[in-house]
């Protein structure tokens, strides 16, 4: 998806994503742009100097100044964090070790808004692909909406039929969400929404064993 389609032989900074014109160009940081973190100005506040001070002007296309210098610029981590770890769950403790050193992040609320936004929507969003899955014959690969009464494929004639949401598709996040959201002590509106969808995947795969009922019992 990032592979370059047009290569332009004549390169116009005015035509380029705006984006870039605010890449500082200065050597170092004067003091005065501390100060305006600290009072948390606009990013544009100040006179540290940027790409878009020199467009259209001579020297556009040289002399940009850098704070730290590099024998290569190339010599960072050759994979990252998120190929080397397994499990998803290494990937979140990872993740959370780091929001805990960084003091502009809130961690705890940085963690909740993953769980909302990436693992819920997983585990709601499977729970309901399995209610309304096909099923699939390993034989001939063929998809089938409903298991024929026969249980052979219609296809092949094969009763190879599985199904293509398996349970543990659906719980797989499940039990890591429950587990981070009492370590980090997430909010209770968390810990109630994964509560409730553990107890309705509960309900699909838990089958309730018929009791014998006494007619006292319903005095």
């Not at 900074?13 to 009072?39: F, R």
């Not at 909302?116 to 997983?122: E, S």
Request: glycine residues 6%; aromatic residues 8%; neutral net charge.
């Amino acid at each position: 998806m990032d592979a370059s389609l047009v290569f332009t032989v004549a390169l116009k900074p005015t035509e380029i994503d705006n984006e870039c014109y605010d890449m500082e160009i200065c050597s170092k940081y004067p003091l005065e742009l501390y100060e305006n973190a600290e009072k948390i100005a606009p990013s544009d506040s100040g006179s540290l100097k940027r790409i878009e001070h020199i467009l259209g002007k001579e020297g556009q296309y040289s002399g940009f100044g850098f704070s730290h210098s590099t024998t290569q610029f190339d010599a960072g981590p050759v994979y990252s964090k998120y190929v080397v770890l397994n499990t998803m769950e290494e990937k979140l403790r990872a993740q959370a070790r780091l929001q805990g050193r960084i003091e502009a992040v809130d961690s705890k609320d940085a963690l909740e808004r993953v769980m909302v936004t990436h693992l819920m929507p997983d585990i709601i969003g499977n729970t309901r692909a399995f209610s309304r899955q096909h099923f699939r014959c390993t034989k001939c690969n063929a998809s089938i909406r409903r298991i024929p009464l026969n249980g052979k494929c219609p296809k092949c004639g094969q009763d190879k039929i599985i199904l293509t949401v398996n349970e543990g598709g659906v719980r797989k996040y499940l039990g890591i969400a429950k587990k981070l959201s009492v370590e980090f002590e997430l909010s209770d509106y968390l810990k109630q929404r994964l509560e409730l969808a553990s107890q309705e995947i509960d309900s699909v795969f838990q089958n309730e064993q018929p009791e014998q009922k006494k007619l006292a019992e319903f005095v």
